[in-house]
């Protein structure tokens, strides 16, 4: 898969989290805060200025800042499927 279609895939999935996230603000069954992270987390790989919005809130919010770095590794994990595996 070439980088362009990443990106691109990145960017679909990303707007899909956020157009979630943005209904989940308000309707009670969806998880708004939830979604709006995840979009984030998918946005950055695509783009550089969500990329920079990311790394503006973790030196903002330290403290949740290790729990995405700890989100994002388990998510690769799972993606790759080293999650089951681990030792």
Do not use: C, W
């Amino acid at each position: 898969m070439t980088l362009k279609t990443k990106r691109r895939l990145y960017l679909v999935a990303g707007s899909v989290f956020f157009v979630l996230g943005i209904l989940g603000l308000f309707l009670p069954i969806l998880q708004g805060a939830l979604f709006l992270l995840v979009a984030l987390v998918l946005l950055a790989k695509a783009h550089p200025r969500f990329r920079l919005l990311k790394q503006k809130l973790r030196r903002r919010y330290p403290k949740y800042a290790d729990i995405l770095r700890k989100a994002e590794k388990r998510a690769v994990d799972i993606a790759h499927g080293r999650f089951f595996n681990r030792k």
